[in-house]
């Protein structure tokens, strides 16, 4: 991807080399695994697990670090992505009469505090919508590719990226809430389906912000999201952390269907053709 050159964002926070300033969970073992599997690429209220996960906690040392060169670089990367979604998402939301509310993108290492609780790296990438902001510790992305065997590139960071300002894309519509509120009362597998749904839209808005991108787009850059999607399907996971597929706790689509709507809002540009949810929030 080409990214050299953009404005800066007022939106990034650079956390990376500071104290947590206080405790944060600890998500090691199996209890980072399976959060891990469980949260990839959250994107509803997470608040809850957060929490959870907080009373497994430590006490961070309270020391701070410089950046270290490949860091700042890093920063120079995310800060471009970030700008671009901006751009993108401001333009997408004008051509339908609307305000969009842009998010922060906070970058941390080890552990970090949120709206939504505490939260450590082994949470992976996600999106708080207590304080619309997008929490990421970039370790996430070795472990995408040794243990979830992604074929890496910085794309797969960009596509990921996309992913959660599609979340707060719809937190800004009023999705999200739409989700939840749907969710109350219903089976754990007829709420599951409609986080996958919830999920898949974010890939899809992913895709869309890829298609308005284009200019940006280097050679192999798609087929780095589209590995970076096949590794996190439900049914891919599943397969790495527990030898089977269950297909009643998908959370957030296989692999095919997180690739398949990805690449149909890369296709289409058009956020009015993706809707996941089958007409179950008119």
Known sequence: ????????????????????????????????????????FSGGDISETLQQLESQTQTSSGESRELTAEEIESRKFINAVLV?????????????????????????????????????AASGPFYCPADQKVYMDLSFFDELKTRFGAQ????????????EVGHHVQTVLGTSGKVRQLQQGRSQAAANELSVALELQADFYAGVWANRNKKYLEQ????????????????AIQKRTQGR???????HGTSKQRMDWFMRGYN??????????????N
């Open 1 to 40: 991807m080409k990214w050299q050159g953009r404005r800066q964002s007022g939106n990034l926070e650079d956390r990376r080399g500071s104290s947590t300033g206080g405790k944060v969970a600890v998500g090691g073992g199996i209890i980072g695994l399976i959060f891990l599997a469980i949260q990839l």
């Open 152 to 163: 890496g590139g910085d794309f797969a960071i960009a596509y990921v990226i996309a992913h």
């Open 245 to 251: 597929v269950v297909p009643d706790a998908f959370t």
């Open 84 to 120: 671009d979604t901006e751009d993108i998402w401001n333009e997408i939301f004008s051509e339908n009469n609307m305000n969009y509310q842009e998010p922060g993108l906070v970058l941390f290492t080890d552990g970090v505090r949120t709206a939504c609780g505490g939260a450590s």
């Open 268 to 281: 289409t540009g058009d956020i009015r053709q993706g809707d996941t949810f089958q007409g179950r929030l």
């Open 220 to 235: 192999g850059d798609i087929q780095e999201a589209m590995s970076a999607a096949s590794a996190v399907g439900d049914d």
